[in-house]
């Protein structure tokens, strides 16, 4: 059993950065890849990245490309979402996932551990 604890949301104003982490605890010796995930008001929930156990492999959704990054640290069990130049449209809840799989899925039905969310509101 996997936990996930993201942080990091907030309130930013268009053109803002933030950077949101996601903590990992229990069952962690096992190799996963991570995502990350957003679902905005009246919006199905979307991957926006996401990055295999070792780092050597990512993926971003066209509408983030350029301007977010993940990124992990295995020894401290953590994922981040760097994110930079937010739009409005960034606005929704984050959640982090993991899947127990080498490549790195984009469905979110390959995820089998999430976290609670965290929201993003990004205002003009």
């Known amino acids: 059993q996997v936990q996930l604890v993201e942080s990091g949301g907030g309130l930013v104003q268009t053109g803002g950065s933030l950077r949101l982490s996601c903590t990992a605890s229990?069952?962690?010796?096992?190799?996963?890849?991570m995502g990350w995930f957003r679902q905005g008001p009246g919006t199905e929930r979307e991957i926006v990245a996401g990055?295999?156990?070792?780092?050597?492999?990512?993926y971003y959704a066209d509408s983030v490309k350029g301007r977010f990054t993940i990124s992990r640290d295995n020894a401290k069990n953590t994922v981040y979402l760097q994110m930079i130049s937010l739009k409005r449209e960034d606005t929704a809840v984050y959640y982090c996932a993991a899947s127990f799989t080498i490549v790195v899925p984009t469905s979110d039905v390959a995820y089998k551990y999430w976290g609670q969310g965290t929201q993003v509101t990004v205002s003009s």
């Open positions: 229990g069952g962690t010796g096992s190799s996963y890849a």
């Open positions: 990055i295999s156990w070792t780092g050597g492999s990512t």
